[in-house]
């Protein structure tokens, strides 16, 4: 993780994403299924979903702990547009007197078609800003449920994640050192992982491959 980093060029997208995460302090949301027109087959909908962490360590404000987890099901769409995103900043802070910020964005999103085109994103990213000897982290975990016929998580399923989900506010705002939290948190997104493969194994078979693909970047992790 580098002290100093490049202006990044920002899209119109990435204005919006900052905007929406600053405005909800923290944490931003957002899902929908509009209709779009299917080639032959009259409309069809499209999923869009965002989810969005930040969190921001400073002088006034020494440690900053912010996580999401979100469950996005849809039924038959013709297309998904999916991103999932944690930012964490540490700015003006000591050595003698060090800021701790963590976001962790957990995404799990679940749709059916036979031929869906998917544009997924997930991304992370860590920065401090004159911040000697902070501790700033950011993690996201996305998860994509593909399946051809709609898939509805059953109680047990939803109970699991719910476990899971309060396991992750709870490490979030722990104080374990920087390294085990990647190892619990990267355990925790094993747990959510296994709890979608059994949910899609069980669910009816169709033609179409049934998958679950897990993706995870983090940023300003120390290395295992």
Same mark, same amino acid.
């Given at each position: 993780? *580098?002290?100093?980093?490049?202006?990044?060029?920002?899209?119109?997208?990435? @204005?919006?994403?900052?905007?929406?995460?600053?405005? $909800?302090?923290?944490?931003?949301?957002?899902?929908?299924?509009?209709? /779009?027109?299917?080639?032959?087959?009259?409309?069809?909908?499209?999923?869009?979903? *965002?989810? =969005?962490?930040? +969190?921001?360590?400073?002088?006034?404000? =020494?440690?900053? *702990?912010?996580? %999401?987890?979100?469950?996005?099901?849809?039924?038959?769409? %013709?297309?998904?547009?999916?991103?999932?995103? $944690?930012?964490?900043? %540490? +700015?003006?802070?000591?050595?003698?007197?060090?800021?701790?910020?963590? /976001?962790?964005?957990?995404?799990?999103?679940?749709?059916?078609?036979?031929?869906?085109?998917?544009?997924?994103?997930?991304?992370?990213?860590?920065?401090?800003? +004159?911040?000697?000897?902070?501790?700033?982290?950011?993690?996201?975990?996305?998860?994509?449920?593909?399946?051809?016929?709609?898939?509805?998580?059953? *109680?047990?399923? @939803?109970?699991?994640?719910? #476990?899971? =989900?309060? @396991?992750?506010?709870?490490?979030?705002? %722990?104080?374990?050192?920087?390294?085990?939290?990647?190892?619990?948190?990267?355990?925790?997104? /094993?747990?959510?992982?296994?709890?979608?493969?059994?949910?899609?194994?069980?669910?009816?078979?169709?033609?179409?491959?049934? #998958?679950?693909?897990?993706?995870? =970047?983090?940023?300003?992790?120390?290395?295992?």
């Amino acid at each position: 993780m *580098s002290s100093h980093r490049k202006p990044r060029a920002a899209t119109p997208f990435t @204005r919006r994403a900052v905007r929406v995460g600053l405005f $909800a302090a923290g944490v931003a949301g957002v899902a929908t299924a509009v209709p /779009a027109q299917a080639a032959g087959n009259g409309p069809a909908k499209v999923a869009v979903a *965002s989810d =969005h962490v930040f +969190s921001r360590a400073n002088q006034l404000d =020494h440690t900053e *702990s912010k996580d %999401s987890f979100t469950i996005r099901q849809y039924g038959k769409v %013709s297309a998904a547009n999916v991103r999932n995103q $944690a930012n964490a900043v %540490s +700015s003006g802070c000591s050595a003698d007197d060090a800021c701790r910020s963590v /976001a962790l964005s957990f995404q799990i999103v679940t749709f059916a078609g036979e031929q869906t085109r998917l544009n997924a994103v997930n991304l992370s990213d860590a920065a401090n800003k +004159s911040c000697t000897g902070c501790q700033t982290l950011a993690g996201a975990y996305q998860f994509v449920v593909s399946t051809p016929t709609p898939l509805t998580l059953d *109680s047990a399923h @939803r109970r699991q994640l719910a #476990d899971i =989900h309060r @396991r992750l506010d709870a490490l979030t705002r %722990s104080k374990v050192p920087a390294t085990d939290l990647r190892t619990q948190a990267d355990g925790l997104a /094993a747990e959510v992982n296994a709890v979608l493969k059994d949910a899609v194994d069980k669910a009816p078979k169709g033609d179409a491959r049934q #998958d679950v693909t897990m993706r995870r =970047h983090l940023d300003g992790w120390p290395p295992r």
